[in-house]
């Protein structure tokens, strides 16, 4: 199945559409972290005194997630819905767009036929295990007061899956990158 994914993306691949899915990376990104939009980070902040997104956390207990969302208030779990719906939009686009990078920095080094080619579907690992987190961050979120222990601790686990692989997914660019600063500068000298 992965296999059979990898070649999917692989095929997709343009140079067009990874910039396209890129610009809206990039848009995602500062709504998220940057604007003060009903549905940003900072907004919350501001609403919560203080509270963050539990999707910026390393990992949460369910204990933890609970606590939070009773720092949000009703204004703050609000909010934290309207970025979640934004959310479940971004997680797809970044991880296609990564996964095209992931296909264009393999295939350069490697060539079309190498295995490495299949890191490409890391990306999209990245965005199922943001997926799962948002689910159960948005089943929290709608249920609350009620407070879900087994759910709160998958949340938590799926959020500590994104960030494992988004560690490996960023060592991964640095390495390719990297190799391909080197093997431009002795193919230059």
Do not use: C
Request: hydrophobic share 55%.
């Amino acid at each position: 199945m992965l296999n059979k994914l990898s070649s999917f993306i692989a095929r997709r691949y343009s140079l067009r559409l990874m910039i396209a899915l890129f610009i809206a990376v990039a848009f995602f990104f500062w709504t998220f972290n940057f604007s003060s939009l009903p549905l940003s980070n900072p907004e919350l902040k501001r609403i919560s005194n203080g509270g963050e997104l539990l999707d910026t956390r390393i990992y949460y207990s369910a204990q933890e997630a609970f606590r939070a969302m009773e720092r949000y208030g009703v204004e703050g779990r609000a909010l934290y819905r309207r970025f979640l719906a934004a959310d479940f939009i971004f997680a797809p686009t970044y991880g296609l767009a990564f996964a095209l990078l992931f296909t264009r920095l393999t295939i350069a080094l490697f060539g079309p036929s190498s295995s490495w080619v299949r890191f490409n579907v890391l990306p999209i690992g990245i965005a199922v295990a943001d997926v799962a987190e948002n689910t159960g961050i948005f089943l929290l979120l709608q249920t609350y007061p009620a407070q879900h222990s087994v759910l709160g601790s998958l949340a938590g686990i799926a959020t500590l899956v994104k960030w494992s692989l988004t560690v490996i997914a960023l060592v991964f660019v640095a390495l390719t990158g990297l190799l391909l600063v080197k093997r431009f500068g002795s193919s230059r000298g």
